[in-house]
């Protein structure tokens, strides 16, 4: 079952009024979106546009708001496209913008993606089907220096070497149980943690340009925020907070934006202890001026 990560603290931070147009740029199955839904009023003309750049998370998105689906506008897009997701939906900024980037549930539970370490299934790891490069791509045909880098960077996982002196000497590999027990007999478990969790991480943000597109969220969300508009951004991992505070800190310098989370805002133990996969989750918010 979906649960959306903080929806309480998402939804204090972005202050929806019931005739607002609210922007959830990572829809996933909609569980945020719904609850943004279902505080409006489609009688003043309130609504949020459904934004994800993976078709088939977004259909599911549909099912699953379809309640509120006179309140919602759906868009399929990366972070670059966002100016088109407005403009598809007839307007030029937002009263608020909520991005939760963390995998959806959907992606790492559906085998056939290629995401999960825990269930067999092909190299995949792509969020956008319609694009051509898929992680079993990077596996066989990156070389080992720039695999074993590629792999300390986006996972940070520090014994990167030896897992891509192992990936190059099992090639061809094509698919996630394989992998997964190719870096296993490499290096030794050393927590709870699988040992190919932060190699999968580093594969699925290289496969997605994770980073790339993040920094083209941050570079365009101020415009799609109207002035006392919010927006709100929750991130999974240390590379991406980094960002997120830094970019709030900039707009904040040049008095572009208020910081309204002095300190970075983390789920309840109550929630992490229904929610697990929440435990890592950190809420950053702003508003525009």
């Given at each position: 079952?979906?649960?959306?990560?903080?929806?309480?603290?998402?939804?204090?931070?972005?202050?929806?009024?019931?005739?607002?147009?609210?922007?959830?740029?990572?829809?996933?199955?909609?569980?945020?979106?719904?609850?943004?839904?279902?505080?409006?009023?489609?009688?003043?003309?309130?609504?949020?546009?459904?934004?994800?750049?993976?078709?088939?998370?977004?259909?599911?998105?549909?099912?699953?708001?379809?309640?509120w689906?006179?309140?919602?506008?759906?868009?399929?897009?990366?972070?670059?496209?966002?100016?088109t997701?407005?403009?598809?939906?007839?307007v030029?900024?937002?009263?608020?913008l909520?991005?939760?980037?963390?995998?959806?549930?959907?992606?790492?539970?559906?085998?056939?993606?290629?995401?999960?370490?825990?269930?067999?299934?092909?190299?995949?790891?792509?969020?956008?089907?319609?694009?051509?490069?898929?992680?079993?791509?990077?596996?066989?045909?990156?070389?080992e220096?720039?695999?074993?880098?590629?792999?300390?960077?986006?996972?940070?996982?520090?014994?990167?070497?030896?897992?891509?002196?192992?990936?190059?000497?099992a090639?061809?590999?094509?698919?996630?149980?394989?992998?997964?027990?190719?870096?296993?007999?490499?290096?030794?478990?050393t927590?709870?943690?699988?040992?190919?969790?932060?190699?999968?991480?580093?594969?699925?943000?290289?496969?997605?340009?994770?980073?790339?597109?993040?920094?083209?969220?941050?570079?365009?969300?101020?415009?799609?925020v109207?002035?006392?508009?919010?927006?709100?951004?929750?991130?999974?991992?240390?590379?991406?907070?980094?960002?997120?505070?830094?970019?709030?800190?900039?707009?904040a310098?040049?008095?572009?934006?208020?910081?309204?989370?002095?300190?970075?805002?983390?789920?309840?133990s109550?929630?992490?202890?229904?929610?697990?996969?929440?435990?890592?989750?950190?809420?950053?918010?702003?508003?525009?001026?």
């Amino acid at each position: 079952m979906h649960v959306p990560v903080m929806l309480g603290e998402c939804l204090e931070y972005l202050a929806i009024r019931p005739d607002g147009i609210y922007l959830d740029a990572t829809a996933g199955l909609g569980g945020h979106t719904g609850a943004i839904a279902e505080r409006l009023s489609s009688m003043s003309g309130g609504f949020v546009i459904a934004n994800d750049r993976d078709a088939e998370s977004l259909e599911l998105a549909r099912q699953n708001v379809s309640q509120w689906a006179g309140r919602v506008r759906f868009h399929h897009g990366k972070f670059s496209e966002l100016a088109t997701a407005l403009a598809s939906a007839g307007v030029e900024q937002t009263d608020g913008l909520l991005a939760d980037l963390g995998v959806s549930r959907y992606q790492l539970t559906e085998p056939g993606r290629g995401f999960s370490l825990m269930a067999d299934g092909p190299l995949d790891m792509r969020q956008d089907r319609g694009q051509t490069l898929a992680a079993d791509e990077i596996v066989n045909f990156t070389p080992e220096k720039e695999l074993a880098d590629l792999i300390y960077r986006l996972g940070e996982e520090r014994r990167s070497r030896r897992i891509s002196r192992a990936i190059v000497r099992a090639r061809p590999i094509h698919s996630t149980q394989r992998l997964s027990s190719v870096i296993e007999a490499a290096v030794p478990r050393t927590s709870k943690l699988h040992p190919a969790t932060q190699t999968f991480q580093a594969l699925r943000m290289a496969v997605n340009d994770e980073q790339g597109e993040l920094d083209q969220l941050l570079a365009v969300a101020p415009d799609l925020v109207k002035q006392g508009g919010r927006i709100v951004i929750l991130s999974f991992m240390s590379l991406e907070d980094r960002k997120v505070k830094q970019s709030f800190q900039t707009l904040a310098r040049a008095g572009r934006a208020q910081i309204l989370t002095k300190h970075v805002i983390r789920p309840s133990s109550e929630e992490t202890r229904n929610n697990p996969a929440s435990r890592s989750a950190k809420l950053r918010a702003l508003e525009m001026r």
